[in-house]
């Protein structure tokens, strides 16, 4: 067995003043790890799931419940990420999307018409911006702070199981817990005992980049009348989603979120089999604060949510740099730890992110509109199948070549599919039409002029 090395990581956690609950998290994980677990969740340990209740079945009644708790429920947005996938170095959530709109800006009037608190979980690198941007929304500023930090934890190297040292780059020794460090963080920020001390309730909780994630009164009212502790909104799985996490339940019937970091090679035939594992989740959760003070304080405020192991090298950007584990958990895996917890299957309008510069792509254009309550939809004159979009990585992998590129948004409401390969600038007010293939083999750029119109 591997030397247990915790003392080191405590006292390197301990000289960034981390919080003890912080500390002893890790060592729970830490010693996980030692142990030889994977955090693997094998597909003969779990049940299919056919059918779940649905959005559908939501009436006028779940509706005017949900009316008369709003008072009692916030909505909280999960703000600690950087977009790095897409070339930025600064919260996603500065991005503008709509109507010259950001993220934030979006998410911010959305909570001003749903008249709730708005709380975001940044990290230290989205907080000073994301403070600036809100702080011009006067409404929004009252008794609940606007933010609370998640915290960092050290990288473990893979050959030594001890803390890793970079002299050249202090900060690349340390990584996010995931999300799931979301219940850790409420706590060790007081922002728990705030809310429910202001009598808040019910906590809708979602990424802010996913736009289609607004605070919708029938789930409310259902989630609160049916008393559940834990509710995840989860999604029919399609051929794109077939790599993303999904719900099944344990032999006993609790229901739990298997992530493909969990997934043993023999089973990933099964994991990414669309018609077994019908359901994704959408990291759209809502929490009954009152359930998870109790769950916290019953389990020394460690949850136990399922390990993920992500296995990577210590600078992200030089594959030749040292192999480390990052330990991480997913917020939605607490479905799995509150008895009585359950999911709701919802349309896929509740899951919009973007993730990729294809998404915001489609999203800029008027495929979407911004509607007057602040949710940003599928055009309804839109008649044709989901749009599909490939860009050209070379050229339009990073958020900067897209603004380069094809500053204005385009016109997709009747586009089928695009791809765009090779190097092209498009002007203002261009219209696609059909099934459109770009291809440019040159090495000089083509430009789409003005007022053009594609057809496929």
Not at 57 to 66: A, P, R, S, T, V
Not at 81 to 92: Q, Y
Not at 391 to 405: G, S, T
């Amino acid at each position: 067995m591997r030397k247990n090395n915790i003392g080191l990581f405590k006292d390197k956690m301990q000289n960034e003043n981390l919080p003890k609950i912080v500390v002893d998290t890790f060592e729970y994980y830490y010693n996980q790890l030692l142990n030889g677990e994977t955090g693997l969740l094998l597909e003969s340990d779990i049940e299919a799931i056919d059918e779940l209740p649905n959005f559908i079945g939501l009436n006028e009644d779940h509706k005017i419940f949900g009316t008369e708790v709003l008072h009692k429920s916030v909505l909280i947005k999960l703000n600690g990420g950087l977009g790095t996938s897409m070339g930025l170095s600064e919260a996603k959530s500065l991005l503008k999307v709509k109507n010259d709109l950001t993220f934030l800006d979006v998410i911010a009037k959305q909570a001003i018409q749903s008249k709730i608190p708005l709380v975001l979980m940044n990290s230290f690198n989205t907080h000073e911006k994301s403070s600036e941007l809100l702080s011009k929304y006067e409404e929004l500023i009252g008794k609940i702070p606007l933010d609370f930090l998640q915290h960092k934890i050290p990288k473990i190297s893979a050959e030594t199981y001890k803390p890793t040292e970079l002299s050249k780059d202090k900060n690349l020794e340390w990584c996010p817990p995931g999300h799931g460090e979301i219940y850790t963080a409420l706590v060790t920020s007081g922002m728990l005992e705030k809310l429910l001390k202001s009598n808040f309730e019910y906590a809708f909780i979602s990424n802010s980049d996913n736009l289609g994630a607004s605070m919708d009164l029938g789930i409310l009212g259902y989630f609160a009348k049916n008393n559940f502790p834990f509710l995840m909104e989860v999604a029919d799985r399609t051929e794109a989603d077939k790599k993303g996490g999904h719900l099944a339940k344990l032999k006993n019937g609790q229901l739990v979120l298997r992530e493909s970091a969990q997934c043993k090679k023999e089973d990933e035939l099964d994991f990414q089999n669309i018609k077994k594992h019908k359901f994704f989740n959408t990291n759209n959760i809502w929490v009954n604060l009152k359930s998870l003070k109790k769950i916290l304080e019953d389990n020394n405020n460690i949850l136990g949510l399922q390990m993920i192991v992500n296995k990577k090298t210590v600078d992200p950007r030089n594959h030749n740099s040292e192999s480390v584990f990052q330990l991480e958990t997913a917020m939605g895996s607490a479905i799995s730890v509150f008895k009585g917890a359950s999911a709701l299957a919802v349309p896929r309008s509740r899951f919009a992110p973007v993730k990729t510069t294809e998404d915001l792509l489609a999203v800029k254009s008027d495929n979407y509109i911004l509607t007057e309550d602040y949710n940003v939809i599928v055009n309804p004159k839109r008649k044709l199948k989901p749009l599909h979009i490939k860009l050209d990585h070379k050229y339009y992998k990073h958020v900067d070549q897209i603004e380069e590129r094809i500053p204005y948004p385009l016109s997709l409401i009747e586009c089928e599919e695009l791809s765009i390969s090779g190097d092209y600038k498009f002007g203002k007010n261009i219209k696609l039409k059909g099934k459109i293939h770009l291809t440019n083999t040159s090495d000089k750029q083509i430009v789409i002029e003005d007022n053009t119109i594609l057809k496929g």
